[in-house]
């Protein structure tokens, strides 16, 4: 990260992202109409059933296909093992070290073990429901265009619901913990951007919504979302309409806060936080309410399940363009594909979550290194660091990954 | 006391699915009650997949500034790993991080033995070194040897 600084003001912030280029969306190009949802998979370990799910939704939407409502739900339960094990992995391992005042969580659980512990279980809650759902934890292997190859049994999902029970006493648990921190005095001002859906807490499909007013199908993603290369950094940065804007949990928060279950809307409220919270270091906070009510759901999806008739719904190509889009852990991810006659794909989209929020994390960082110039290199390095990871992005998962670089003239 | 013999990596990554076939090449071999796993998630599962009274020995690729197929062997139960012995996930705990979080919460088994054969090769689609692959065949005799001191079979 380079900061210029002229005359005491921030002139400049640049964050330069080196991981090169993978070139998805070219390999997909040539590939078979069923195969996104298997390939992207691979671009994420932490979400790939995010991938898996906005793929099979382009796909389907190209192909002209609805989706039985009870495969509808089966996926969002598959859904909630991801935010639970991807939010709680956050939280607890990445985030809270931070607040906390440690190197790590390793560092942490030195003295915080009940704490750590609870995360673990947390997590594992999550990762359990991956693998009974999704075949197995990383890159789940059930998920296919149309629906699942296996739908579970009701006994198998009951399974799980001793151990979703106990995670929702422990991500109650969470809220308090995290409410409890001390955040920097930060706000941001942007557009925020989530999906949002008239019957439910927006996560594995809805309309695109924003703080601005924005109220358009997904389909017109591309209309309103754009994609650019910088010089300084192998990441994308993504503008709306122009703007900066932000994706992630803050905007689910701001734009679908009513739709939380009970429990979740009071977890909030003794969290002392709402829909109208705009500093990202609170993220962390929002992450734990939504963990404790991708719990509640689940366990709400698991008393509502009967096994689906049929596994998937069989579907047939067609030369169409299709769109999807859901809400992964760290916000909006959209996929767009255009299957040819010969039923192999000529063109693919994937614009995640965290080349979104690109230009927004070079802004808040703007600010906020502007109101630290006085802090040393290595303090405002951390708290730096600490500023970046309220965005979850993919970078921030080693801990520490910052190089600064602060050129005062 | 259970002996468990996890084998990590990935089977698409060059020398780095080394800990794949050694785990391929022991199930046959080691004695009826002798666990032996794949683990391609998240290396925290360990932390659960394993048991205080348990014999454990843990088998990765790694990179060194040492020959290709160099086996490595750590004595994890004795103190900490080297920080980068092992080198690290992108996207969760590294191998070391997940034992020293077993050691500060009290979980570590009662003996943990971590074997690291030094790989070249880690892009995806590259085919496994030979030394690797040499290595595989003798590091897997050496642990049906340490399996058979432990189970007394």
């Known amino acids: ?409 | 006391m259970t002996v468990r013999v996890f084998g990590l990596g990935h089977r698409d990554r060059g020398d780095d699915a080394v800990g794949l076939l050694i785990a391929d090449h022991l199930e046959p071999r080691v004695p009826p009650g002798v666990v032996v796993r794949r683990v391609h998630g998240s290396l925290l599962e360990l932390l659960d997949a394993w048991h205080p009274a348990d014999a454990v020995v843990v088998v990765d690729a790694v990179r060194a500034p040492a020959p290709t197929g160099d086996v490595i062997r750590f004595d994890a139960a004795a103190g900490p790993l080297p920080r980068g012995a092992m080198g690290g996930g992108t996207h969760d705990a590294s191998l070391v991080d997940a034992i020293e979080l077993a050691r500060v919460l009290g979980r570590m088994p009662a003996h943990l033995v971590v074997y690291g054969v030094v790989g070249e090769r880690f892009g995806v689609g590259d085919p496994m070194s030979v030394p690797v692959r040499d290595a595989a065949g003798t590091l897997t005799a050496r642990i049906v040897g340490d399996v058979a001191g432990r189970t007394g079979r």
């Open chain 1, 1 to 409: 990260m380079t900061v210029r600084v002229h005359d005491g003001r921030v002139t400049d912030v640049q964050l330069r992202i080196y991981e090169p280029p993978r070139f998805f969306e070219a390999l997909l190009r040539g590939r078979a109409w069923t195969e996104p949802p298997d390939i992207t998979a691979r671009i994420c370990g932490i979400c790939p059933i995010a991938y898996q799910t906005s793929a099979c939704q382009a796909l389907e939407d190209a192909c002209g296909a609805t989706v039985d409502e009870p495969l509808q739900d089966l996926r969002r339960l598959l859904y909630c093992g991801e935010w639970i094990s991807s939010h709680v992995l956050h939280v607890y391992l990445l985030h809270a070290p931070d607040f906390l005042g440690y190197d790590s969580a390793i560092a942490m659980a030195a003295d915080h073990r009940d704490v750590v512990e609870r995360g673990l279980r947390l997590r594992k809650a999550g990762t359990d429901l991956l693998t009974l759902v999704g075949g197995r934890e990383s890159h789940p292997v059930n998920v296919r265009v149309g629906g699942f190859y296996r739908a579970p049994t009701r006994r198998e999902l009951d399974t799980l619901r001793p151990q979703l029970e106990q995670a929702r006493h422990d991500a109650l648990e969470t809220v308090r913990l995290v409410a409890g921190f001390d955040f920097p005095d930060f706000t941001q001002d942007v557009v925020l951007v989530a999906l949002s859906d008239p019957d439910r807490y927006a996560i594995e499909r809805g309309r695109l919504a924003s703080t601005a007013g924005l109220a358009a199908p997904v389909s017109s993603f591309g209309e309103h979302v754009t994609e650019h290369h910088v010089a300084h950094s192998n990441a994308l940065h993504a503008d709306l309409d122009g703007g900066t804007f932000a994706v992630g949990p803050m905007a689910r928060f701001a734009l679908n806060f009513d739709q939380l279950s009970p429990v979740a809307r009071e977890a909030a409220v003794l969290a002392d936080i709402g829909p109208d919270c705009r500093n990202p270091f609170r993220s962390i906070v929002i992450r734990s309410v939504e963990t404790l009510y991708a719990i509640d759901e689940a366990l709400r999806l698991i008393d509502a399940y009967e096994r689906p008739e049929r596994p998937f719904v069989p579907i047939e190509p067609r030369a169409a363009t299709g769109h999807g889009a859901t809400e992964a852990p760290r916000g909006i991810l959209y996929h767009r594909y255009t299957i040819g006659d010969d039923g192999l794909l000529t063109d693919g989209v994937i614009v995640p979550p965290t080349s979104q929020n690109q230009r927004s994390i070079e802004e808040d960082l703007a600010r906020f290194v502007q109101a630290r110039l006085d802090m040393d290199d290595d303090a405002l390095q951390w708290a730096c660091e600490q500023a970046i990871r309220n965005y979850d992005p993919c970078i921030s998962c080693a801990t520490h990954f910052l190089d600064l670089t602060i050129e005062r003239t």
